[in-house]
Nanobody, 122 residues
Framework: QVQLVESGGGLVEPGGSLRLSCVAS????????IGWIRQAPGKERERVSC????????YYTDSAKGRFTISRDDAKNTVYLQMNNLTPEDTAVYYC???????????????WGQGAQVTVSS
């Protein structure tokens, strides 16, 4: 059974940092795109960042560039999202997801984690 398990969410003040982790279990090797997708209350899902486990290519949405960094530890089957200089607009449930084709596109994500809540508030 494929599992993607997120952790690291929480409450942080504006300007603070959080690191999300996504541990993948039993993920078929052809699922080489791992991404972070977020959904804020009342809004559509938004892709935040993705990484290719084949060539390390990365994608960041414009609002994440310069603040967020995606990385991976293959030995731990884990993908991280380091988030710095957080703002209230980053408040959302953050999901880890995986696909095998189509790049960092939400519609091609086949496997999803349960989500981690990130709240940025003073």
């Amino acid at each position: 059974q494929v599992q993607l398990v997120e952790s690291g969410g929480g409450l942080v003040e504006p300007g603070g940092s959080l690191r999300l982790s996504c541990v993948a279990s039993n993920l078929p090797s052809e699922y080489y795109i791992i991404g972070w997708i977020r959904q804020a209350p009342g809004k559509e899902r938004e892709r935040v960042s993705c990484v290719s486990t084949i060539d390390d290519q990365t994608y960041y949405t414009d609002s994440a560039k310069g603040r967020f960094t995606i990385s991976r530890d293959d030995a731990k089957n884990t993908v991280y999202l380091q988030m710095n200089n957080l703002t209230p607009e980053d408040t959302a449930v953050y999901y880890c997801a995986a696909n095998r084709a189509g790049g960092c596109q939400i519609r091609y994500m086949d496997y999803w984690g349960q989500g981690a809540q990130v709240t940025v508030s003073s």
